[in-house]
């Protein structure tokens, strides 16, 4: 099978909703499941079409306490496209399936369906499907269905609308929460070919208006069979009854216009949608302007690679994701860029850190994007300071779960599926969220040299996010250094001290060292902004010489936990906790990544254990190259010696369940380079992490976005060393056995090139553009790269300079 196209061959109701989730198909403005069409929400099915960044906010009554939840809004589906003979469906639901194919075209970003059916009459039937999302209008997408009788004639009943009985049901643990968020505003026939649905958020108050057009062909002519119309309060569409002969194909195309009341560049959702709709292509036309956009994706965007089968397919499949989610269509929308992707209902379609593991991948491709995602926090820095304030602290708090306006979504209850119980969740104190941001508003200056953002935008982030870490961090004195006190580190696992009152823990050591990069480069954006922006700003947040020296003091004395034997302590406290049986629990269970839900589920609590759900302190190694690693803990005045590295690795290696497909990255990162073996087992997982959704029944409710632009990462990043730091990009590559060659494109600071690395040679082509020279730099070698000319470092001759421990570079 080629690496563009992803295929099931085959229909497999309990594999449906995994499939639906892979082949979502989206524009970064909206997204709908590869659901059937015509398929409705239960066991097999999920239907669900979500618009970037549209929540609505519902309570709901648990053990007495009422918990509110913002949700990613599951739309009216226009998916409703249902077809009958003698009043029975003609699905692969009801009949029997005796050929079925679904495919995934990745180059083109069409989802296609064939398959036989036989009915109870033993007449045969084929239907093939085609569908796409517009990659080239946001608003549009379109969906044909060809229906060939084989053996027979006579009559078939077409039903095409959009219907609003839909709620949010995707994931089972949230079904006791309220899964109501749309009312319906009006019902209405456009004309002979178009209904409109208009809907509206219940307590967001959004307007949703879908109007879809449907047209019937036989064998290409157009023929207009009488249609009647189905109206209700929630859903509309029109019925078609036509006669069909053996052999002839007769096409079903609908195409749907989609719009908001948050949209820009309209008058009105409605208004808009039925002048979009009216304006719009037929089928063919708009899949040739919806081709051209995922070329050039491709073209910027796709990573080559020579070696182990089946990689790239999947490596593709990832990408792919990535760019559904957040495209040019992103832009100026503002909309983080969510954990699960728009693929699906679980965490509520929250931002997270994981931007952390996505951006890399936007930033050197469409730093546009990115910088349009940064722009997602800045506006929502009021809210961040608000919550600092409210917390007793200064600066901007941003929240560990984002959703419409920036306050704090984490949910306060959690229910354990294994055993059924509530619990409470506070997953909040993952304040560590706030070094994400400033690291990524970091990333994306190295990467693009925008002074404009940073002088505006990421300074003010960079310097509110430093002010909230200098006053949470407390000076010990016995220590005669700073604390973090009370947080939780990316381990989730850890919410408390074993039978502690309260949570949270001191010192993870992830959290503080994170804190003290932040303070310093709050440091760094202070010296590098012209004079009047720096006066500006320091005026405007009243920031004074004292708070600055203060900064500087915490940056260079926080407090870092090591064990007796210098391994970095996860948190203060780490070393005393007990050793997991581990060897009895995987005797006992099947899947021990969720260790957190077995333990509670046993009436014991990982609190009490040395067990990590994923990489907590050894982000470390996989955020900083060895270089900045010597240089923190150098500014930190700790002894560093990157020969404990490995050491540590396989420390906490071996206290890792992996319960978050994050782990399977971070993993893989940095065992790249020490040990190869142990790396390609991670690199591997990572890769199934979605396709063979190996935590058993999450990818269903949405994919990984994280793990899967983390993987996609280590191919970027990773194997080929690339790193912006100063004013130099730096590649080292490393190939793993398994790939012979490596080849992608990326831009730095407005020089795009071509990178190919294979085990021998390293070549770096600056594609013509802008007359302006970049430099490169290669072990020792720097070399300045002018657009249109290529450098070539032979890679048997100058082993690459990295320290043989495991750090990324
Ligand atoms: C992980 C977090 C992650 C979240 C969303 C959790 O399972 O522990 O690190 O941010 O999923 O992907």
């Known amino acids: 099978m080629s690496s563009w196209y992803f295929r099931y061959e085959g229909f497999e109701p309990d594999k449906e909703k995994l499939r639906e989730a892979l082949c979502t198909l989206g524009n970064g403005y909206f997204a709908t499941r590869g659901a059937a069409p015509g398929s409705v929400a239960n066991e097999v099915h999920y239907p669900g079409t979500y618009r970037a960044g549209l929540y609505d906010r519902q309570g709901t009554t648990i053990n007495d306490t009422t918990v509110e939840n913002e949700d990613v809004v599951n739309l009216p589906n226009w998916l409703w496209l249902t077809l ?12 029997e399936v005796l050929e079925y194919t679904q495919e995934l075209d990745l180059a083109r970003g069409v989802l296609s369906r064939t398959m036989r059916l036989r ?67 009006l019902t209405e026939e456009i004309d002979d070919e178009c209904v409109l649905l208009v809907a509206r958020t219940l307590q967001s108050r959004i307007r949703i208006a879908e109007a879809v057009r449907t047209r019937f062909y036989e064998n290409g002519d ?27 194909a007769y096409t079903i195309e609908k195409v749907l ?28 036309g708009l899949l040739d302007a919806h081709v051209v956009a995922w070329d050039h994706i491709w073209e910027r965007c796709g990573i080559e690679v020579e070696g182990r089968d089946g990689t790239a397919r999947v490596v593709r499949l990832y990408t792919f994701h990535l760019f559904q989610t957040a495209s ?83 949910q306060e209850l959690h229910l354990n599926p294994k055993s059924g119980r509530w619990t409470r969740d506070d997953s909040h104190r993952q304040r560590h969220i706030n070094a994400a941001i400033p690291y990524n508003v970091w990333q994306h200056f190295q990467v693009t040299n925008d002074r404009d953002f940073l002088d505006f935008y990421g300074a003010e982030l960079i310097l509110e996010t430093a002010r909230f870490w200098g006053s949470l961090a407390e000076y010990d004195r016995s220590r005669g250094r700073y604390e973090i006190l009370g947080v939780m580190g990316p381990d989730e696992f850890h919410e408390a001290y074993p039978d502690a009152e309260e949570p949270g823990l001191d010192n993870n050591a992830y959290t503080n060292v994170m804190a003290s990069w932040v303070l310093w480069r709050a440091l760094d954006v202070l010296e590098i902004l012209p004079e009047q922006r720096r006066h500006e700003l320091l005026e405007h947040l009243s920031i004074g010489r004292e708070e600055i020296d203060r900064w500087r003091e915490i940056s260079q004395k926080m407090f870092v936990p090591f064990h007796g034997d210098g391994i970095i302590s996860q948190f203060e406290g780490w070393e005393e906790l007990e050793e997991l049986d581990w060897k009895r629990y995987r005797e006992e269970y099947d899947d021990i990544h969720r260790m957190d839900r077995i333990l509670e589920a046993e009436g014991d609590t990982p609190d009490r254990y040395k067990v990590s759900k994923q990489a907590d302190a050894l982000m470390l190694f996989f955020l900083f190259s060895a270089e900045e690693l ?105 190939l793993p056995d398994e790939f012979s060659c490596l080849s992608f494109r990326v831009q730095y600071r407005n020089v795009w090139m071509q990178v190919k690395v294979t085990s021998e040679r390293l070549e770096v082509a600056a594609l013509p553009g802008w007359e302006k020279s970049i430099d490169i730099a290669y072990g020792d070698e720097t070399e300045s790269l002018a657009p249109g000319r290529t450098l070539e470092f032979d890679l048997k001759k100058q082993p690459p300079t990295a320290p043989k421990d495991a750090t990324r570079n």
């Not at 379609?349 to 469409?366: A, C, K, N, Q, S």
């Not at 990043?717 to 990009?729: M, T």
Request: aromatic letters at 10%.
């Open 630 to 734: 010597t240089e923190i803990f150098e500014r930190l005045g700790y002894p560093w010696d990157p020969e404990a590295i490995p050491e540590m690795i396989d420390y906490y290696l071996h206290r890792t369940s992996h319960g978050s497909t994050l782990s399977s990255v971070v993993h893989s990162w940095i065992l790249s380079r020490r040990n190869r073996e142990g790396s390609w087992h991670f690199f591997y997982r990572a890769v199934e992490s979605d396709v063979s959704d190996i935590q058993g029944g999450t990818t269903p409710e949405g994919i990984h976005l994280g793990a899967m632009a983390g993987t996609v990462d280590l191919l970027l990043r990773c194997y080929s060393g690339l790193e912006a730091r100063g004013d130099v990009l730096r590649l080292n590559p490393s």
């Open 222 to 248: 157009g023929i207009e069979p009488e249609r009647t119309l189905e109206q209700e309060e929630d859903r509309i569409a029109h019925k078609a009854l036509f006669d069909v002969e053996e052999g002839e």
């Open 257 to 284: 216009a989609l719009f908001t009341s948050r949209d820009h560049a309209i008058s009105e959702a409605v208004y808009d949608a039925r002048r979009t709709l009216a304006h719009a292509d037929g089928f063919d």
């Open 119 to 185: 009915d109870s009459q033993g007449r045969e039937t084929s239907i093939s499907e085609r569908r796409f999302v517009s990659m080239a209008s946001r608003h549009l997408a379109a969906l044909q269905v060809t229906v060939t009788p084989l053996d027979w004639s006579g009559q078939i009943e077409v039903v095409s609308g959009v219907d609003g009985r839909v709620q949010n049901t995707l994931v089972e643990r949230y079904r006791e929460l309220e899964s109501q968020h749309l009312e319906h505003e």
């Open 84 to 95: 009958r003979v003698d009043g029975r469906p003609l699905d692969a639901d009801s009949t």
């Open 328 to 410: 040019s269509h992103t832009l100026d929308l503002d909309v983080g860029i969510p954990a699960r992707g728009w693929t699906g209902e679980a965490y509520r379609g929250h931002i997270f850190w994981d931007e952390l593991f996505i951006f890399p991948t936007l930033v050197y491709r469409f730093p546009e994007v990115t910088r349009s995602l940064l722009m997602y926090r800045y506006r929502r820095l009021d809210e961040a300071r608000v919550a600092a304030k409210k917390a007793g602290y200064a600066g901007a708090m941003f929240p560990w779960q984002s959703g419409s306006n920036g306050e704090e979504e984490t």
